[in-house]
C-alpha cells in the first residue's frame, strides 16, 4: 500500500510558477495567432473582392445603374479591406513577451470594441447595397432568389466567423485574468 502513495505521489502533476507562466503563455499566443491570421486572410480576400468588382458591372442580367453599384462595391470591399488590415497590424503589435499584463488586455478589449465598431459599419452598408440589388432587379425573380441564398450563406458564415473571432478574444481575455491570479498562489 505504502508502494501505492509514493508511486500516485511521484505521479503527481507539479508546477512551478515558470511552467505555468509558459503554460499560459503558449494559449494566449495561439489565440493572439488565430486572429491575426484570420483578421490578414479577411483583409486579403476583401482585397481580392475589389478587383471583381468592375467584372460585375459587364456581366449579366442587365440592371440599371449597374456600374455605379459596381463602385460602391468596390468602395465597400476597400473600406472591408482598409478595416481588417487595421485590425489586423493592430493585434500583431500586441506582445505578450515584453508587455504587461494590463496593457495586452486593454488592447485586446479596445481591438475587440473596434471589432464591433467597424460591424456597426459595414453591416449597414451591406444591407443598403443588396438592397440596392434587389430594388434594381426585382423583374427578375432568379436574381432575386440568387441573392437571397446569398444572403442566407453569407449570414451563417458570417456567424460562425464572428463566433470565432469572439471565442478567440474570450480565451486571451481569460488567461489575461487567469494568470497573475494564478501566480500569486
Known amino acids: 500500500m505504502e508502494e501505492i502513495k509514493n508511486s500516485w505521489r511521484d505521479a503527481k502533476f507539479n508546477v512551478n510558477e515558470k511552467e505555468l507562466e509558459l503554460i499560459m503563455f503558449k494559449r494566449r499566443a495561439t489565440s493572439l495567432e ?5 483578421y490578414k ?18 456581366t449579366e442580367p442587365a440592371i440599371p445603374y449597374k456600374p455605379y453599384l459596381a463602385l460602391a462595391f468596390g468602395l465597400f470591399f476597400v473600406t472591408v479591406s482598409m478595416m481588417d488590415r ?6 500583431s503589435s500586441i506582445d505578450c513577451a515584453t508587455m504587461a499584463v494590463s496593457e495586452v488586455a486593454r488592447r485586446a478589449v479596445f481591438y475587440r470594441k473596434r471589432h464591433f465598431q467597424f460591424q456597426i459599419i459595414l453591416i449597414p452598408y451591406a444591407i443598403a447595397l443588396v438592397g440596392a440589388m434587389i430594388y434594381l432587379s426585382s423583374d427578375n425573380p432568379g436574381f432575386i432568389y440568387g441573392i437571397i441564398f446569398g444572403i442566407l450563406v453569407g449570414g451563417c458564415v458570417g456567424w460562425f466567423q464572428f463566433l470565432k473571432f469572439m471565442r478567440d478574444y474570450k480565451i486571451l481575455r481569460s488567461a489575461l485574468i487567469l494568470l497573475p491570479l494564478t501566480l500569486m498562489c
Do not use: D
Not at 486572410?41 to 459587364?58: E, K, Q, T, V, Y
Not at 487595421?86 to 493585434?91: H, R
Open 41 to 58: 486572410r479577411f483583409s486579403n480576400i476583401a482585397f481580392l473582392m475589389i478587383f471583381w468588382c468592375p467584372l460585375f458591372a459587364f
Open 86 to 91: 487595421w485590425l489586423y497590424m493592430g493585434v
Open 34 to 38: 488565430r486572429l491575426k491570421t484570420r
